[in-house]
C-alpha cells in the first residue's frame, strides 16, 4: 500500500513551497490544494498530487483530503483567514486526517490579543483547532529575515538609510528556511511538540545594529534612521491593515523576543541575521555582475 500524501495548502506560496520542496526531498508523497494548478506544476513537476480547488468549496477540500493523514495548513493573510482555515480543519476531522501544523500569527501579534487583527484572525483558527479530535501545532513565526529584512537591504543597497520607527527596538528575525524546517519536522515527528511554538532566530537585532552590519559588509557608513510608519490608507484592505499594525507594534519592541525552539527541535542553530545579510548581498552583487 502507498503512503498516505500529506496535504499542503499555501503550497506556491514564499514558506509553502519550501516545505514542499523539503518533502518532495525526504521521498514524502505530498499533495498540494491549489487554485493554480499551473503554477505548482511548474514550481513542482510531477513530484507533487495537485488538488484543484477552494477554500469555500467543500467538495474540493473533501476530493483534496482524501486519504491524506496529515496538513499543513497555511493561507495568505486576509478577510477570510478565518473561515478559509476553519474550513480545511473541518473537513480534515471530517475526512479522518489525524494531524494538522498550522503556520499561525507571530506570537506578539496574538498575545495579548486585540492588538492586531491578524493575530486575533490566527487565534481564532488556533482556538477552533482544539476543539477538533485531530493533533494540531501551531507554529508561531516571529519577524520573516525574507520579508522585512531583505526590504531593508534593498533600501540601503540603493542609497537609502535604515528607516525605522524606533531603531533601538529589536525583532527576532527568523529565516523562512528555518520555519519550513520546522514544519517538516512536525509534520513527520511521531508526535508534535506542543500545542503552539514560538520561532525565532537565534538573537534579537535592532535596526541601529543591522545598520551596523551594513556598514561593516559594504564599507560605508549606513545610518538608521527614525520614521513614523505610515498609517493605513482609508479604505486599506485586511491585509493592509494588518501590515500597519505590524509596524507599530514591533516599534513598541513586542517582536524583540529569541527562543531556544529552533535549536531544541532541529539540533541546530537557527540562521542568523547576520548570514542572512551576508548571504543576501553575495546574491545581489550576483546579479548585478
Known amino acids: 500500500m502507498s503512503p498516505a500524501p500529506i496535504l499542503v495548502t499555501g503550497a506556491t506560496g514564499r514558506l509553502g513551497r519550501l516545505v514542499v520542496e523539503r518533502l518532495i526531498a525526504l521521498e514524502q508523497p505530498v499533495r498540494v490544494f491549489t487554485r493554480r494548478p499551473e503554477t505548482a506544476r511548474k514550481l513542482f513537476g510531477k513530484a507533487v498530487q495537485i488538488a484543484l480547488g477552494e477554500f469555500a468549496d467543500g467538495t474540493s477540500l473533501e476530493a483534496a483530503l482524501r486519504g491524506a493523514e496529515r496538513l499543513l495548513l497555511l493561507s495568505p493573510i486576509s478577510a477570510t483567514l478565518v473561515a478559509d482555515q476553519i474550513a480545511v480543519a473541518n473537513a480534515a476531522a471530517a ?4 494531524r494538522i501544523v498550522k503556520i499561525s500569527g507571530s506570537d506578539w501579534t496574538i498575545d495579548p490579543p486585540g492588538s492586531s487583527i491578524s493575530g486575533d484572525a490566527h487565534a481564532a483558527v488556533e482556538r477552533h483547532l482544539g476543539k477538533l479530535p485531530l493533533e494540531r501545532v501551531c507554529l508561531r513565526p516571529n519577524a520573516w529575515m525574507q520579508v522585512s529584512l531583505a526590504n531593508t537591504i534593498r533600501q540601503v543597497l540603493s542609497g537609502n538609510p535604515v ?3 524606533n531603531p533601538d527596538a529589536g525583532v527576532g528575525y527568523i529565516d523562512a528556511r528555518d520555519i519550513a524546517d520546522v514544519a517538516v519536522h512536525q509534520l513527520l515527528a511521531d508526535q508534535v511538540a506542543g500545542e503552539t511554538l514560538n520561532l525565532t532566530g537565534p538573537h534579537v537585532a535592532t535596526p541601529r545594529q543591522i545598520a551596523g552590519l551594513l556598514s561593516a559588509a559594504l564599507g560605508r557608513p549606513v545610518a ?3 520614521k513614523t510608519p505610515a498609517a493605513a490608507a482609508p479604505g486599506a484592505d485586511f491585509e493592509q491593515r494588518a501590515v500597519a499594525q505590524f509596524a507599530t507594534l514591533i516599534a513598541a519592541g513586542r517582536a ?5 525552539v529552533v535549536q531544541s527541535l532541529l539540533h541546530r542553530s537557527p540562521r542568523s541575521v547576520e548570514a542572512f545579510i551576508s548571504e543576501h548581498l553575495v546574491s545581489e552583487a550576483a546579479l548585478a555582475g
Open 95 to 98: 475526512s479522518g486526517a489525524r
Open 163 to 165: 528607516f525605522a520607527a
Open 224 to 226: 538608521a534612521i527614525g
Open 256 to 260: 524583540a523576543v529569541a527562543t531556544g
